[in-house]
């Protein structure tokens, strides 16, 4: 394997592990095994600077261990691809539209938690599920806006091109 495979494969690892570590700070919804979770911001920073491949991974992988390791195996393969969609969306449209990033991407993911929510609890889990997504990804987007810029013109300085 060259040096740069292993490069990238080493940073995939560091970012689903900082995902993963984002999601450990979280609050449990009583009466649901859902919870609120600081997650949100660690992946749309790292889909923004790093791109489409990167946040998918990273939001998917990070995730997904996480729900493994806090006690929701039944959550984890939702999780999966919930959050890697979102990720990879939000590093894709990025690119070109962060605005447009920062509203699909939660768009994804609220619809995909509502979804899988009401498919293992019930209708009634619905509004609990969403209600708690919608302030998940705002306090995601107002965590990573002012990370993206200051890292952003960190890497810029340093001549260093971020993508995956």
């Known amino acids: ?4 495979k ?3 494969i ?6 689903s592990a900082l995902v993963c570590v984002a999601t450990f700070i979280h609050v449990p919804i009583p009466g649901y095994k859902i919870y609120f979770n600081l997650g949100e911001g660690a992946i749309y920073t790292i889909a923004l600077l790093f791109g489409g491949i990167a946040g998918g991974i990273a939001g998917g992988l990070g995730s997904a261990l996480a729900d493994l390791i806090l006690g929701y195996p039944l959550w984890a393969p939702f999780t999966l691809i919930i959050k890697g969609t979102e990720g990879f969306v939000v590093g894709k449209i990025g690119r070109k539209n962060r605005t447009l990033a920062l509203m699909i991407g939660p768009a994804i993911m609220i619809a995909g938690y509502a979804s899988s929510a009401g498919l293992l609890y019930g209708m009634g889990a619905v509004p609990i599920e969403a ?3 919608i302030v998940q990804c705002s306090v995601g987007v107002l965590v990573a806006i002012p990370l993206v810029r200051v890292l952003h013109k960190s890497a810029l300085e340093e001549k260093f091109n971020p993508h995956l």
Not at 1 to 4: A, C, I, L
Not at 10 to 15: D, P, R, V
């Open 6 to 8: 292993s490069r990238k």
């Open 10 to 15: 080493a940073m995939l690892s560091i970012y």
């Open 1 to 4: 394997m060259n040096r740069s």
């Open 131 to 133: 209600l708690t997504d």
